[in-house]
C-alpha cells in the first residue's frame, strides 16, 4: 500500500473522522475527551502518559536499499527490517479501525523551494493541537492541491509486542525513508512527532538539496543581517535569541540554503521548567488561549501551574504557534548569516566569554557540541560533567556527524565575511564550585557587540591549547574577564584544568577522526608534549 491508501483505509475504518479541526475545536475535543484541563490562562494542560520525554533507544530507521549506505547506523540510528515494518504499519492501520481519529494537513520548511507536505493521524486530540502549532498551516486551497509527500502515524495506546514485531519493547518510533512514514507506537509524547520529521529534513535537505540543516535558533536584525544561535540545554540559546531589537525567525530548526535561512516549523515547543515572567516573558506570555503545555502540576486546589513542581518530569512543555510571540520575521525566513554563536555552559571554567574562530575551528566545535553538566547533579559527581552533542544535536542526525560539519565549512568559505563566535555562559574565575558564572548582562553586551561590528577592529589573542582568537576588548565588559586565565588567582590550576578540558575534547574526538578532512583535525587543541 502507499501512503494515500494507507490514509484512504485509516478514513474508511475510523467511527468518528476529526480533518483539519481549528485550534478551538481541538482544544473542546480534547476537554470532552478527558485529555486535559485549562489552565487559568485558558490553555489546554494534558499529559503525555508513560513518557514525558523522547525514547531515543526506541527510535528506529527501516534498513534498505535506499538507507544501507547511506544512513549513519550505531546507537543514534538503528536498523529496523524491512518486511516487519510493513507488518507493524498494517498492525497500527487495523488497530486505528473504530476509533474516533484526528487527521491534519500541515507543512515544513518556510522556504516554498523545500516545502515537505505532511499528514499527521493521530489517536489524541491535543496531539493533532501540537501537530498544528509545530508545523507551518497549509491554507485550504493548499489543503486541497498539494500532494502529500510524509505521513506520520501517532497511536500511543497501540502496544507492540517486542518478540514478534521487532521492537525493543512496545513502543516505538520507526521512520521509512522510502515509503516516507513515520509509525508512532505506544508513546503519547509530541516530541516524537516533531523531532520525527526533524530527522527527515536532516536527511533529505543535506543529501539531496545542499541544504544545511541545523538545530539552532536564528533572529534577524534592522538591518536584514541574520544570527544563528547554537547550543544544548542550559547554555541559553532560547534567551540569548530572544533579543527585543531583532525578529525571532525560528528557535530551534532551521535550514541554510545557497540564498538564506529557513524555519522548519510554525511553532515553539518551549521548557516549562522554573518558568517565570521576569526570565522568560514571551514564553510566560504565549501560555495562553491555544497553547499546550505538557505534564505541568498545579498549585494544590486551583489550575494555576506551578512551573517548579518536577514531580511527573523535567521536561514540562508548552507548545504554540509562532505568531504567539510578538517579534517574529514574517515569512520566517532570513538572509545567509552574518554571525553564528556557538553557546556552551563551561563548567570547568577554561572557555573565553567570547571568542572567534577559524572555519577550520567552527567545523571542529561544531562537531564536537560541547557543553557541561556542573557537579552535585547525580550523587557522587564531584567536578563538571562534559557533555558532547555531534552538531548540537547528534540524537537527530541521520547521516554522519561530519557531513554536517564539512557542509558547514563549505558554507562557510563561500561566504567568507561571516563570523563565527564561542560564546562561554558559564564559569569564570575557576570551576563551577570556586568561581562565578558568567553575567548575562555581560553575555548580551558580547554578542550586541559582536553583532553590531564592534569586536571587528579590536586587537586580539590566541588562546594558547585551543587556538581561539580572544578579543582584548568589549563595550560594557571589564577586559579583564575576556582571558579567562586572567580571571584564576592559581594560573597553575587554570593551565591544569585546560589541559584536562582538552584532553576530553579529543578523546571526543576520536570516533570522528577517520572521516574528518585535514583542516577540522588541524582544529583540534593543543596539549602541550602531545601529538595533537
Given amino acids: 500500500m502507499n501512503n494515500q491508501e494507507i490514509i484512504s483505509k485509516i478514513k474508511t475504518a475510523a467511527a468518528v473522522l476529526n480533518e483539519n479541526l481549528t485550534t478551538e475545536q481541538l482544544v473542546q475535543k480534547a476537554l470532552e475527551r478527558n485529555e486535559g484541563i485549562l489552565t487559568n490562562t485558558g490553555a489546554l494542560a494534558a499529559d503525555t502518559g508513560e513518557f514525558t520525554g523522547r525514547s531515543p533507544k526506541d527510535k528506529f530507521t527501516v534498513k534498505d536499499a535506499k538507507t544501507e549506505n547511506t544512513v549513519w547506523w550505531g546507537t543514534v540510528n538503528q536498523p529496523f527490517d524491512e518486511d516487519k515494518f510493513n507488518l507493524l504499519r498494517d498492525k497500527v492501520v487495523a488497530h486505528l479501525g473504530g476509533k474516533e481519529i484526528f487527521i491534519r494537513h500541515a507543512y515544513a520548511c518556510a522556504d516554498p523551494e523545500y516545502r515537505l507536505n505532511i499528514q499527521v493521524v493521530t489517536e489524541g486530540a491535543y496531539q493533532n493541537l501540537f501537530a498544528k502549532h509545530l508545523f507551518l498551516r497549509p491554507s485550504a486551497e493548499e489543503i486541497a492541491t498539494a500532494p502529500t509527500e510524509w505521513v506520520i502515524i501517532a497511536a500511543p495506546s497501540f502496544m507492540a509486542n517486542p518478540a514478534e514485531d521487532g521492537t525493543r519493547q512496545h513502543n516505538f518510533t520507526i521512520v521509512n525513508f522510502t515509503q516516507k512514514m513515520i509509525l508512532i507506537g505506544g508513546s503519547g509524547y509530541t516530541g516524537e512527532i516533531k523531532k520525527g520529521i ?11 538539496r545542499g541544504v544545511l540543516s541545523m538545530h539552532c535558533s536564528a533572529n534577524i536584525g534592522a538591518k536584514g543581517d541574520t544570527a544563528v544561535f547554537f547550543g544544548l540545554s542550559g547554555t541559553g540559546k532560547t534567551t540569548l535569541s530572544a533579543d527585543p531589537s531583532r525578529k525571532l525567525i525560528g528557535d530551534d530548526e532551521h535550514g541554510w540554503s545557497d540564498k538564506n535561512v529557513f524555519n ?12 517565570t515572567e521576569e526570565k522568560e516573558p ?3 506570555s504565549a ?3 491555544g497553547a499546550l503545555v505538557e505534564n505541568v502540576r498545579f498549585f494544590e486546589g486551583s489550575n494555576n501551574p506551578n512551573y517548579d513542581d518536577i514531580s511527573v518530569t523535567e521536561n514540562t512543555r508548552v507548545a504554540y504557534p509562532i505568531d504567539y510571540i510578538e517579534n517574529i520575521a514574517t515569512p520566517s525566513v532570513g538572509d545567509a548569516p552574518k ?10 571554567g577554561v572557555l573565553p566569554p567570547i571568542s572567534k574562530l577559524t572555519p577550520g575551528q567552527a567545523m571542529y566545535q561544531f562537531i564536537s557540541g560541547y557543553t557541561a553538566k556542573v557537579a552535585g547533579t547525580e550523587a557522587g559527581v564531584t567536578e563538571p560533567q562534559a557533555t558532547f552533542s555531534a552538531c548540537f544535536g547528534q540524537v537527530f542526525l541521520p547521516l554522519h556527524p561530519t557531513k554536517y560539519a564539512a557542509m558547514l565549512g563549505e558554507k562557510l568559505h563561500n561566504h567568507p565575511d561571516v563570523n563565527v563566535w564561542l560564546v562561554n555562559t558559564g564559569w569564570t574565575g575557576g570551576p563551577y564550585g570556586v568561581g562565578s558564572r558568567m553575567k548575562l548582562s555581560y553575555t548580551r553586551a558580547m554578542i550586541t557587540a559582536a553583532l553590531e561590528g564592534q569586536l571587528d577592529a579590536v586587537a586580539y589573542e590566541s588562546h594558547p591549547v585551543f587556538g581561539f582568537a580572544m578579543p582584548s576588548e568589549c563595550p560594557a565588559v571589564p577586559a579583564e574577564l575576556l582571558n579567562p586565565r586572567n580571571t584564576w588567582e592559581d594560573k597553575i590550576a587554570y593551565d591544569n584544568q585546560c589541559e584536562k578540558l582538552a584532553a576530553l575534547f579529543n578523546t571526543n574526538f576520536e570516533k570522528f577522526a577517520d572521516s574528518a578532512n585535514d583542516e577540522i583535525k588541524a582544529a ?7 601529538s595533537h
Fill in 198 to 208: 526533524f530527522g527527515v529534513l536532516n536527511y533529505i535537505l543535506p543529501q539531496e
Fill in 282 to 284: 514571551q514564553i510566560w
Fill in 524 to 530: 583540534a587543541p593543543k596539549m602541550s608534549g602531545s
Fill in 264 to 275: 522548519f516549523e510554525g511553532g515553539c515547543y518551549a521548557k516549562c521548567v522554573n518558568l
Fill in 339 to 348: 554571525n553564528i554563536f556557538f553557546l556552551t555552559a563551561d563548567a570547568f
Fill in 287 to 289: 501560555i495562553k488561549p
